[in-house]
Nanobody, 123 residues
Framework: QVQLVESGGGLVQAGVSMRLSCAAS????????IGWFRHAAGSERESVTW????????YYANSVKGRFTISRDNAKNTVYLQMNSMKPEDTAVYYC????????????????WGQGTQVTVSS
């Protein structure tokens, strides 16, 4: 069993930065790769980024490439999402998920989810 807790959301103005954290607990948390998804009102859940178990492989959606950076600290069982140059279209509830096997951009393949954290970017 893996528990995920997101933190760091809030309200920011366009152009600034924000960092989200995803703290994982459970004996096998380190054996999962982690993805961040976001769900904006009126839209489907969207894959944002993903990081492998070791942190050596990463994926970014085109909409955030060059602005967002995912990283993980396995000693702390925490994955970070650094969001720079934020835009109003980044407004959404952000979720982290843990996946052991499957397609990293497919939310259906994820095994565990956090509760989500709201990110709102004002123009």
């Amino acid at each position: 069993q893996v528990q995920l807790v997101e933190s760091g959301g809030g309200l920011v103005q366009a152009g600034v930065s924000m960092r989200l954290s995803c703290a994982a607990s459970g004996a096998t948390a380190i054996s999962y790769s982690i993805g961040w998804f976001r769900h904006a009102a009126g839209s489907e859940r969207e894959s944002v980024t993903w990081i492998s178990r070791s942190g050596s492989t990463k994926y970014y959606a085109n909409s955030v490439k060059g602005r967002f950076t995912i990283s993980r600290d396995n000693a702390k069982n925490t994955v970070y999402l650094q969001m720079n140059s934020m835009k109003p279209e980044d407004t959404a509830v952000y979720y982290c998920g843990a996946i052991r096997n499957g397609i990293y951009y497919s939310s259906n393949d994820y095994d565990y989810w956090g509760q989500g954290t709201q990110v709102t970017v004002s123009s």
